[in-house]
T-cell receptor, first 117, second 108 residues
Framework: AAGVIQSPRHLIKEKRETATLKCYPI?????VYWYQQGPGQDPQFLIS???????DKGSIPDRFSAQQFSDYHSELNMSSLELGDSALYFC????????????????FGQGTRLTVV | GQNIDQPTEMTATEGAIVQINCTYQ??????LFWYQQHAGEAPTFLSY??LDGLEEKGRFSSFLSRSKGYSYLLLKELQMKDSASYLC?????????WGAGTKLIIKP
């Protein structure tokens, strides 16, 4: 079965550079979530999109932006990268509206490991 | 506010049973997830509880008491591959609020 695809799997950037992470949700899923997980930490919600509109915003820095495109894939754009941005970035997708709800599982991609040096 | 608590680490023996507890406080409860996460990998879905009671799925079961703000994940017949972090996540107000995770160590 198709799963959530994230690209790239690994990314190394220098401080102050920019990075773009991509997420391709499970076909027909209309909601995408982005999470950041630092070493030894639990995932932190960044932002979510439903039907190409931002549905909720978490602890996403102003240096980051994201959008969901007409084909439902999403991109997380990160600028002025800092060492502290080094983390695993997970994308999850789900069906049934703007929240993870009844009978809906949030399927996670394998993540993009971003290392800022 | 919203708050989730679960133990930081637990140790159990292969073949045994272990219960991982999760307590929470929230103003908007939709459901509670349990995820398993191996180091460096994405969380994988285990269960989602909306109503009070026990839901069983093979070796794993999850329990919820909404009035007590309490859930647990029960793992039976532990296997070495069950060594992982187990994350409790609150489905509340259009997002998931994550617990810090319980690192489960399985010993032979």
């Amino acid at each position: 079965a198709a799963g959530v695809i994230q690209s790239p799997r690994h990314l190394i950037k220098e401080k102050r550079e920019t990075a773009t992470l991509k997420c391709y949700p499970i076909p027909r899923h209309d909601t995408v979530y982005w999470y950041q997980q630092g070493p030894g930490q639990d995932p932190q919600f960044l932002i979510s999109f439903y039907e190409k509109m931002q549905s909720d915003k978490g602890s996403i820095p102003d240096r980051f932006s994201a959008q969901q495109f007409s084909d439902y894939h999403s991109e997380l754009n990160m600028s002025s990268l800092e060492l502290g941005d080094s983390a695993l970035y997970f994308c999850a997708s789900s069906l049934a509206g703007s929240r993870v709800g009844v009978n809906t599982e949030a399927f996670f991609g394998q993540g993009t490991r971003l290392t800022v040096v | 506010g919203q708050n989730i608590d679960q133990p930081t680490e637990m140790t159990a023996t292969e073949g045994a049973i272990v219960q991982i507890n999760c307590t929470y406080q929230t103003s908007g409860f939709n459901g509670l997830f349990w995820y398993q996460q191996h180091a460096g990998e994405a969380p994988t879905f285990l269960s989602y509880n909306v109503l009070d009671g026990l839901e069983e799925k093979g070796r794993f079961s999850s329990f919820l008491s909404r009035s007590k703000g309490y859930s647990y994940l029960l793992l039976k017949e532990l296997q070495m591959k069950d060594s992982a972090s187990y994350l409790c996540a609150l489905d509340s107000n259009y997002q998931l609020i994550w617990g810090a995770g319980t690192k489960l160590i399985i010993k032979p």
